[in-house]
């Protein structure tokens, strides 16, 4: 009877032990979640993507197909959101929160700002509800590779560069707060 007393509680925790880490990553998604912000006087900026891996992959062109609407990370669609307005390479977006979707090229990548939110990747992606479209032109960075996509602020007070970094390639969106 004791052995039993002892086993029981025993037992559970193992079985909880077991299954929280055969989750491994908390979201059950491979790709974890990442945020980026910056911030100027009272206008704050958050993008909110997931990371996913290189993993020997061929990235652009491959598996990111070239031509092809991408979501502009993993799992759910990229969303930015921003408290007040600003430009992205000179084109307005006002306040609010918007999915960033991409068309990844060798020469040239389209960003795009849609209105849907709660999207699951591109699958149901609706150019109807674009709010803002631009191109900008890729750049090769050969002698460093970036193994999880990354999105990165480089602020310099009410300007920054937003930069989409993966494998070898760098994408920079001029970003201006406006008062």
């Known amino acids: 009877m004791k052995q039993t ?47 996913p891996d290189k993993r020997g992959r061929e990235i652009f062109g491959d598996l990111i197909p070239y031509g092809k609407v991408w979501r502009t990370g993993a799992n759910e669609a990229t969303e930015i959101t921003t408290t007040k307005n600003i430009t992205l390479r000179g084109f307005l977006l006002k ?16 960003i795009i700002i849609n209105n849907e939110l709660g999207l699951i990747g591109s699958y149901n992606y609706n150019s109807k509800l674009d709010y803002l479209r631009f191109d900008v032109v890729p750049q090769s960075i050969p002698n460093e590779v970036y193994e999880k996509f990354r999105i990165q602020f480089i602020q310099r007070n009410e300007s920054a ?3 989409l970094l993966w494998d070898k390639v760098k994408v920079v969106v001029p970003v201006k707060f406006l008062n």
């Open 5 to 51: 007393k002892l086993l029981l509680p025993l037992s559970l925790f193992v079985l909880i032990s077991l299954s929280a880490s055969s989750q491994g990553n908390p979201d059950n998604h491979p790709s974890p979640l990442a945020v980026e912000t910056m911030r100027y006087k009272d206008a704050y900026v958050k993008i909110t993507y997931s990371q």
């Open 161 to 163: 560069d937003l930069l």
């Open 95 to 110: 306040a609010g929160t918007y999915s960033i979707f991409t068309i990844p090229n060798k020469d040239k990548w389209t």
